[in-house]
C-alpha cells in the first residue's frame, strides 16, 4: 500500500455546502494531482502541483480551488457543492525527479451532493 | 500530443486461460509507459513500467506487458487468468516534461470461473 492518504473516503453533502477533499502523502514527494472519476469510467486531470505554493488546473474544467502549502498537504475545496460535482476524486503523487517514476494514488474519496 | 488508447471496454476470459488488455500510444519523444489496476472502491493501483531496456517488462501478480515501438502498443498480458485479477485496467503514458499522466479510457476485465 502507498502512503498517500484521502479522506473522507464517502461524503454525503447538500447542495450549496462548502467542502474540502483533504489528500496528504509521507513519502516527500514533490509532484501531486487530483482526478475526478466516474464509476468505471476514465480518470479526468483537474489540478496538478509541482510542489509548495505551485498549483495548475488539469484538461478537464473544474470549479474546484486546491492549495499546496506543505509538500505532504494538497486538499480541494468545492465552495458551492451541486449534484453535477457527485463523482469520485482520486489524489496521486510521484517524485519529481526521474522520468520514470509511477504515480501512487489514494484510496478516493466518494462525493455525493444530493 | 501525448495519449492512449484502450480500444475494448470489457475483456471476458475464462479462468485458466492467457489474457490480453490492449492500449495502444501516441507520444512526442521517448514513451514512458504504465499499467494500472483498479478495484471496486478502491484508488489505482501500480502493475508495471516501461521505461528503456527489455520490450518484455514484468510486473505484480504475474503480469507482463509487450512494448512494440512499430506498432505503438503496449499490450497488458497474463498466461493463466484468475478470477481475482477481475477489476479495471488502465494503460497511461507519462508526458515529455514528466508532469502529467495521460491514462486510457480503461478496460474492464472480467475472468470466470
Known amino acids: 500500500e502507498a502512503d498517500i492518504y484521502q479522506t473522507p473516503r464517502y461524503l454525503v453533502i447538500g447542495t450549496g455546502k462548502k467542502i474540502t477533499l483533504e489528500c496528504s502523502q509521507t513519502m516527500g514527494h514533490d509532484k501531486m494531482y487530483w482526478y475526478q472519476q466516474d464509476p468505471g469510467m476514465e480518470l479526468h486531470l483537474i489540478h496538478y502541483?509541482?510542489?509548495?505554493?505551485?498549483?495548475e488546473k488539469g484538461d478537464l474544467s473544474s470549479e474546484s480551488t486546491v492549495s499546496r502549502i506543505r509538500t505532504e498537504h494538497f486538499p480541494l475545496t468545492l465552495e458551492s457543492a451541486r449534484p453535477s460535482h457527485t463523482s469520485q476524486y482520486l489524489c496521486?503523487?510521484?517524485?519529481?525527479?526521474?522520468?520514470?517514476?509511477?504515480?501512487?494514488f489514494g484510496p478516493g474519496t466518494r462525493l455525493t451532493v444530493l | 500530443a501525448q495519449s492512449v488508447a484502450q480500444p475494448e471496454d470489457q475483456v471476458n476470459v475464462a479462468e485458466g486461460n492467457p489474457l490480453t488488455v490492449k492500449c495502444t500510444y501516441s507520444v512526442s519523444g521517448n514513451p514512458y509507459l504504465f499499467w494500472y489496476v483498479q478495484y471496486p472502491n478502491r484508488g489505482l493501483q501500480f502493475l508495471l513500467k516501461?521505461?528503456?531496456?527489455?520490450?518484455l517488462v514484468k510486473g505484480s501478480y504475474g503480469f507482463e506487458a509487450e512494448f512494440n515501438k512499430s506498432q505503438t502498443s503496449f499490450h497488458l498480458k497474463k498466461p493463466s487468468a484468475l478470477v481475482s485479477d477481475s477489476a479495471l485496467y488502465f494503460c497511461?503514458?507519462?508526458?515529455?516534461?514528466?508532469?502529467?499522466?495521460?491514462f486510457g479510457s480503461g478496460t474492464k476485465l472480467n475472468v470466470k470461473p
Open positions: 502541483s509541482y510542489g509548495v505554493n505551485s498549483t
Open positions: 496521486a503523487s510521484t517524485l519529481a525527479q526521474g522520468s520514470d517514476n509511477e504515480q501512487f
Open positions: 497511461a503514458v507519462r508526458s515529455y516534461n514528466f508532469n502529467k499522466f495521460y
Open positions: 516501461y521505461i528503456t531496456g527489455d520490450n
